[in-house]
């Protein structure tokens, strides 16, 4: 199988938020950068998928030099090579597919995968329309897969309100992954050593574009610290109270 | 300017045909006040099966019409072809914007409608605003630890809206007229569709849905003493959701996990007991109109983000308050 998993490289999740000077996005200055975290989910079900069927794994990611560093980290986990499309400017979610989707038009890929969502801007938007300029069918938010290779179809299960949702697709496809898909595997040290060897092109972009634009960034209005009400249950009753008078809830 | 609302039906999950999900109301809702604020028109699009005769009803929250795409064949959710219908009327009505909710379906569909019409999206956004003529979005990034605000140049644009955040508006007004429009579907359009669907927890409303959600967290010790969770959840009618060190034990459900990997909520009432508040959970949750926190640590961090505060032991507070609730709330 032609396998492809799109990585993205984020904040960590104990970022503290500032605004940089533009006024318009994060101060970078002390952040550490990490793996998007669903991108996890993406890469274990793609290797599994290998495991199985036999294949290549090929990851790819749009941004500035330091996007190699999660490239890296995913051949540690396994799989062949990287694409590296390099840009310093990515723009926005409509620009990353367009780049993506240039990269993996004629790849014969059977399957492309991607996290559910960025922790960054918390778009959960590349996958959907990678699948869409490519004109291939997709899934997302999905929590269980099958895919049967000689019917050339994939079987999920995606998260919806209240439950499940089983859906049907014809490969080739774009599935984005979600917590519970599996439990990415951790890099071995073996692992490690041998992705240092693996190949990662790097391709520069053309013709992308942003649609959208930020206009500001700014934090949001501190909460006030609350009233502590108590420290036994003798406070129940003005809780109670303040449900039914000030918060107006019950 | 012409906006276009899509109005979510809970097909596929009631038996007894298509109904309007509350987000439907939402969506419906603030494409008419931004269309009053930019002199522009809104209306509703509603696809289907046996979705026709609901249509009116969406008069009551600001749609003069509504837009009908009825066909059996979807009587199943399918991405492609639904974001075919949808795409084939935003251009044979000329419309400029696209509301979606920000529910599971309206997350799927507008990243691939948007790519469609090759207009920009704007997703999970909490206000519109016009603004010189155009619309300013404000969407939370970095799991809610900041704010932005985004304008969409391209021509056609498009807008997910997060659940519970925009008001429904209050139904009143006449039945709105209901205009068919036929898409050409074909087979080779369902390359991904909806074979089947399973409920969760019948009963209880879903996390990202609920008015009211109390989660519990590692200090509960063990699965079987979710059952106090669950008893001040019952007298609520809420919903019932969990820190992501519960689910990792596997005393919950991964669906039931509110923080950063897990389910964004913003419910008018969240109740945290016996979680700590780690900066992944309250990603999930700070932006819930009230926010009460029962936690024995006077330090813990859930107290800098709750209204309403008690420090002491779950196992004695919860069924107190479970109590008293039924009370108030004549439910004994
Ligand atoms: C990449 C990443 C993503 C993450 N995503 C999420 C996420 O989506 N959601 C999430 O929740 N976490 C997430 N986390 C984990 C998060 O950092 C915390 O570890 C987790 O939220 C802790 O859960 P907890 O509050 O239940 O447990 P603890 O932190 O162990 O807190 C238990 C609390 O219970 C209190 N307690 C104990 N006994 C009692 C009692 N009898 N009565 C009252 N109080 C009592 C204690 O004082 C303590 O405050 C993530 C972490 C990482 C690294
Ligand atoms: N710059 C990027 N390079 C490669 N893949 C990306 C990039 N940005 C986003 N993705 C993929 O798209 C998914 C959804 O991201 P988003 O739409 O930004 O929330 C991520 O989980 C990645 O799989």
New binding site residues.
Partial sequence: MKLFV???QVPDTETKVKVGQDGKTIDRSEINLIL?P??EF?IEAALQLKDKNSGEVTY????GDSHKEVIRKALAMGGDKGIHIKTDN?GD?YS?AMM?AAALKDTGADIIF?????ID???????TMVAEMLGLPSASVVVKLDVDVSSKKAVCEREIEGGKETVELTLPCVI?AQKGLNDPRYPSLKGIMAAKSKPIQEITPSGAESLTEVVAMRKPPAKQPGKILGTDKSAVPELVKLLHEEAKII | MKIIAFAETSHGLQEAGSKFKKVAFEAAHAASRLAGELGGEAEALVIGKGVESIGPELGGYGMKKVRVVEDEKLSQYSATAYAKAIAFVVESVSADVVIFPASAMGKDLAPRVAAKLKAGLAADCIALKAEGGSVLATRPVYAGKGLIDVKINSPKKVFTLRPNVFSPGAPNGSPASVEKIAVDLKDSDFTSRVTGVSVAKAGRPDLTEANIIVSGGRGLGGPENFNIVEGLADVLGAAVGASRAVVDAGWRPHDDQVGQTGKTVSPSLYVAVAISGAIQHLAGMSSSKYIVAINKDKDAPIFQVADYGIVGDAFEIVPELTSQLKKALGRE
């Fill in positions: 799109c990585v993205n998007n669903y991108d993406a790819v990611s749009v941004g990515a979610s990353v993506l991607f996290g559910k969502q960025s801007y918390d778009d959960s938007a590349v996958g984005t």
